[in-house]
């Protein structure tokens, strides 16, 4: 299995602050790189795919970025709906596999 | 615009079959994949397995035999059958299209306690 490995677990932040997530995977995934973002007692809700790309009606402060086996999501400008859980996936291989996730909080 | 809903019994005994239900509108279930996704409390999503009309399946190793999963398109629902379950497999159970390489829409979820 492609282990997916997140960092920080946790970050605190403020409103307009800009936050950085990386998610490294265990090996070459080829951009299949998924980000999601969960809210407590929601479902994940997708935001990127294939690493950079925005998924419809997702904010532009959302980005991701990518280098060899290492993927970054970005939030700027930091709004107050953005506190929630970002999970990384990989849709390179089967089994499927998710980072452990990473709490962005209030500050 | 697809909609997803779980459905199942919320609590089931250690050793017996889990059977969960996942209904959708708006489109028809013929077209793609689809995927159960869990979440015990507090922690991270575990993909457990996916299933095609044509009976095409991709499994979790960590689940595969105990899984199955199966559509009915004439009632547009997909299914998921987990047996032998133990408290480990306590967890919110998702349904999501999967677009081969993301999980384009989900359910809201459905809890399930193992339990005597």
């Known amino acids: 299995d492609i282990q997916m490995t997140q960092s920080p677990s946790s970050v605190s932040a403020s409103v307009g602050d800009t936050v950085t997530i990386t998610c490294r995977a265990s090996q070459g995934i080829n951009s299949w790189l998924v980000w999601y973002q969960q809210k407590p007692g929601k479902a994940p809700k997708l935001l990127i795919h294939a690493a950079s790309t925005l998924q419809s009606g997702v904010p532009s402060r959302f980005s991701g970025s990518e280098s060899g086996t290492e993927f970054t999501l970005t939030i700027s400008s930091l709004q107050p709906e953005d506190f929630a859980t970002y999970y990384c996936?990989?849709?390179?291989?089967?089994?499927?596999?998710f980072g452990q996730g990473t709490r962005v909080e209030i500050k | 615009q697809v909609q997803l809903q779980e459905s199942g019994p919320g609590l089931v005994k250690p050793s017996e079959t889990l059977s969960l239900t996942c209904t959708v509108s708006?489109?028809?279930?013929?077209?793609?994949?689809w995927s159960w996704i869990r979440q015990p409390a507090g922690q991270g999503l575990e993909w457990l397995g996916r299933?095609?009309?044509?009976?095409?399946?991709n499994y979790n190793p960590s689940v595969k035999s105990r899984l199955t999963m199966s559509l009915d398109t004439s009632k547009n629902q997909v299914s998921l059958r987990l047996n032998s379950v133990t408290a480990a497999d306590t967890a919110v159970y998702y349904c999501?299209?999967?677009?081969?390489?993301?999980?384009?829409?989900w359910g809201p979820g459905t809890m399930v306690t193992v339990s005597s």
């Open positions: 999501a299209r999967d677009g081969h390489f993301v999980f384009e829409i």
């Open positions: 996936q990989q849709a390179n291989s089967f089994p499927r596999t």
């Open positions: 708006g489109g028809s279930i013929g077209l793609y994949y």
């Open positions: 299933v095609h009309k044509t009976g095409d399946s």
